[in-house]
């Protein structure tokens, strides 16, 4: 299954995606929904983000290859980002003025499917709809210098997400990769990350209720790579797609 959330003749839609063809869904893939005979060119439509999400719980340092000389964590290290930074597919992610570095962060994202707490881990996967592509945008010297991450990770258009919600992937070992400019500079499988997505869910639900379309992002491995003015970035995990966007300087 394949989830597109999209813009067509000025309204918004879910769709499911078929080769080269969205067929829309009569309600949103988290509630029941019928898929309807009322079908459009993929190339006819803009993609949106692939849904709306109520919170965005972010985890940081969960690939080793990303600590550096930093000591692992013991629990997983859960942020907020803010849902208005959420863009789509081919929306500008817009660089702040005065960042001194802006990177891009590959991270393969959890969709929720339904309202959930204390899920055991045995139980986790069952509350899932499916994966999609995120870009973790963070403004370094921010998320250095500031006691709080409000700007570094959730400034406009700092969460990008899409192509799609996809659910028929192995998402303990897909590969998740960025390129800018076409130049790769992030390539690892989700098979090293340190706590795995049932961890991650169970964990994070312990604390809080989780509620159809959160999304969980789910670290970055390796040394992300800076975003200047006038790139393009690309976020590729197997089996879901490429989510590309370009940066302009606010
Ligand atoms: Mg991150």
New binding site residues.
């Given amino acids: 299954m394949k989830i597109a959330r999209y813009l067509a003749h000025g309204q918004i839609s879910y769709g499911l995606v078929d080769g080269d063809s969205v067929k829309e869904l009569s309600a949103s893939p988290f509630e029941d929904y019928t898929v309807t005979d009322h079908t459009h060119k993929l190339s006819e439509v803009k993609l949106l983000a692939p849904c709306i999400p109520p919170k965005i719980l ?1 985890i ?1 340092l969960n690939y080793s290859s990303h600590l550096h000389d930093r000591p692992g964590p013991t629990e997983p290290m859960v942020f907020f980002k803010t849902t208005i930074s959420v863009i789509g597919p081919d929306d500008t992610i817009i660089r702040p003025k005065d960042t001194t570095r802006l990177d891009a ?1 590959c ?1 393969l994202v959890v969709i929720i499917k339904d309202k959930c707490r204390n899920v055991s881990k045995e139980d986790a996967m069952s509350h899932v709809l499916g994966y999609t592509c995120g870009n ?1 945008v ?1 403004a370094r010297d921010w998320q250095r210098e500031d006691r709080n991450w409000w700007r570094a990770k959730s400034s406009d258009t700092f969460s990008p997400a899409g192509p799609y919600i996809v659910d028929d992937i192995d998402p303990s070992n897909v590969r998740v990769m960025t390129r800018i400019n076409g130049n790769e500079v992030q390539n690892e499988s989700t098979s090293y990350l340190i706590f795995d997505i049932p961890t991650l869910i169970s964990y994070c639900s312990k604390f809080m209720t989780l509620e159809p379309g959160d999304m969980i ?1 789910t ?2 491995p390796g040394e992300p790579g800076e975003m200047k003015d006038g790139d393009v970035c690309e976020v590729e995990i197997e089996g879901i797609g490429i989510l590309r966007n370009p940066i302009k300087v606010e």
Avoid: H, V
């Fill in positions: 972010a940081g962060e991270e973790d963070s992002y670290g970055t």
